[in-house]
């Protein structure tokens, strides 16, 4: 095992110990459950937003799971706080880009991008926990989405599996032309 998948594991142990952003928000705007049946990982996440709408104020979430699913919605918790809707769905687009890379390596600028959250790239290696790290952003993106329309809370997690659908299907393919 190299330097970097030590540090790697390590962050990804950290962050599951660590738990970031548990608890119940009272007072929020959107909310996502995501199951994923395939490991039995569970989310509820809350979002608030800022007044004018555009940026996520407070996030909390309960949670249950492998380690990888835990770690991945502590990480990305600490990382979305405080952001914009927009930035927090580029970050959202960046990650399902490295998991969707079957372990080959991020190029720099993701890396920097997704600060801790670029440990789960190895992750991306083994198509069963791919399910795991992804489970909590797309409770957020969830969430996010029905905060921002104002729908009813999303119980179903349909919202946000239709939408990774649609990125799976717009997505360009590797060898397209610029
Ligand atoms: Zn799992």
Known sequence: MSDLDNMYQQIILDGARERYGEGTLEDYDGESFQVNST?????????????????LKDIKWHGQGCSISQASIS????????????EVKDLYESFRTMMDGRGHEVDEETEEKLEDAA????VSKFPMRIKCALLGWMALIGAADSAVSGAPSDKSG?????????LLVNRPSPGAKE
Do not use: H, P, W, Y
Not at 158 to 166: F, I, Q, R, Y
């Open 39 to 55: 490991c039995g990982d569970e989310i509820d996440l809350r979002v608030k937003l800022s007044d004018d709408g555009t940026t």
């Open 75 to 86: 990480i990305m918790t600490q990382m979305v706080e405080g952001k914009s809707i927009a």
């Open 119 to 122: 440990a789960f790239a190895g």
């Open 158 to 166: 349909s919202a946000a599996l239709a939408d990774s659908t649609n």
